[in-house]
Nanobody, 128 residues
Framework: QLQLVESGGGLVQPGGSLRLSCAAS????????IGWFRQAPGKEREGVSC????????YYADSVKGRFTISRDNAKNLVYLQMNSLKPEDTAVYYC?????????????????????WGKGTLVTVSS
């Protein structure tokens, strides 16, 4: 079993920044992918950004390109999501997930399907 814990959420004004962290309870052997997903009230869960564990290939949803940056620190079992120029539309519960098959694009586009592990989420609220 692998546990994922998100942190860094909170209340921020439009145009502000937040940095989310996803901590894994142990190292993961082999090739895998880590992704950030979000779910706003009344909406389906959607992929935000995903990254591979080795070469660091990344994928971003069109809605966050140029504003969000995903990164990882494999030695510390950490994945980050730097969120800049935040908009009210970014308000959601943000989840991290791990998947051992596919690609970063496939992972982010799959949303709630095909994941091996999920975190419990951290709430991000963007409001004046």
């Amino acid at each position: 079993q692998l546990q994922l814990v998100e942190s860094g959420g909170g209340l921020v004004q439009p145009g502000g920044s937040l940095r989310l962290s996803c901590a894994a309870s142990r190292f993961i052997l082999g090739y895998y992918f880590i992704g950030w997903f979000r779910q706003a009230p009344g909406k389906e869960r959607e992929g935000v950004s995903c990254i591979s564990s080795s070469e660091g290939s990344t994928y971003y949803a069109d809605s966050v390109k140029g504003r969000f940056t995903i990164s990882r620190d494999n030695a510390k079992n950490l994945v980050y999501l730097q969120m800049n120029s935040l908009k009210p539309e970014d308000t959601a519960v943000y989840y991290c997930a791990v998947r051992t098959t596919g690609s970063v694009q496939a992972m982010c586009n799959s949303a709630s399907r095909g994941m091996d592990y999920w975190g419990k989420g951290t709430l991000v609220t963007v409001s004046s």
